[in-house]
Nanobody, 123 residues
């Protein structure tokens, strides 16, 4: 049974930091590309960052230089380190896994999804 379980969300003030984790099981983690998506209230889900098998990463323009995605294949865990958080970063953050990633964060490229972890940034 495939599972992606996110953790690490919370409430912080503007300028704060959080580290999200996503523990995966039920599929060959090292053979999959991974990504973080987020959805703010009333908005569509958007791709935040993705990473391929070789740890090449791509980011949404608005988070580049503030967020870092990384993976630990020995722990089957995906991470997202978020610094200098802004109110517009507020939303539910989801991790996702798929077999294809070319740098474009398209939802359709990701087969497995977690349930999400909430991030709230206050001004």
């Amino acid at each position: 049974q495939v599972q992606l379980v996110e953790s690490g969300g919370g409430s912080v003030e503007t300028g704060g930091s959080l580290r999200l984790s996503c523990l995966a099981s039920g599929f060959p983690f090292r053979d999959y590309c991974l990504a973080w998506f987020r959805q703010a209230p009333g908005k569509e889900r958007e791709g935040v960052a993705g990473i391929d098998y070789d740890r090449n990463a791509a980011y949404l323009a608005s988070v580049k230089d503030r967020f870092t995605i990384d993976r630990d294949n020995t722990k089957n865990t995906l991470y997202l380190v978020m610094t200098n958080l802004k109110p517009e970063d507020t939303g539910m953050y989801f991790c996702a896994a798929g077999t294809w990633f070319n740098g474009d964060l398209n939802e359709g490229d990701f087969r497995y999804w977690g349930q999400g972890t909430q991030v709230t940034v206050s001004s």
